[in-house]
């Protein structure tokens, strides 16, 4: 069975950092594309980061490009999201998900997610 547990959200206050992780079981780590996503209130899923199999390719999207960092550990089978500079418009559940294009929302499986909060 796949599983996809997040960890690492709170509340955090304008221009402060947070490291989010998500361990994998269930599956070869190695052989899938990792990404995260996120949705806020009241939107559609959005694209935040994606990274290729081996972990060496990462891709980010406008909106967090420069402030966050994506990193795949396949020896730990652990997907990072280290969000730096964060701002009120980052507040939002925040999924792990396999598969799929490294740069694109969809994907085959995703984690129950983990809550991020920026608010002074």
């Known amino acids: 069975e796949v599983q996809l547990v997040e960890s690492g959200g709170g509340l955090v206050q304008p221009g402060g950092s947070l490291t989010l992780s998500c361990v994998a079981s269930?599956?070869?780590?190695?052989?899938?594309?990792m990404k995260w996503v996120r949705q806020a209130p009241g939107k559609e899923l959005e694209w935040v980061a994606g990274t290729s199999r081996a972990g060496g390719m990462r891709y980010y999207s406008d909106s967090v490009k420069g402030r966050f960092t994506i990193s795949k550990d396949n020896a730990k089978k652990t997907l990072y999201l280290q969000l730096n500079s964060l701002q009120t418009e980052d507040t939002a559940m925040y999924y792990c998900a396999r598969g799929g294009d490294p740069k694109l929302v969809p994907h085959d499986s995703r984690g129950p997610g983990t809550q991020v909060t920026v608010s002074s």
């Open positions: 269930g599956f070869s780590f190695t052989s899938y594309v």
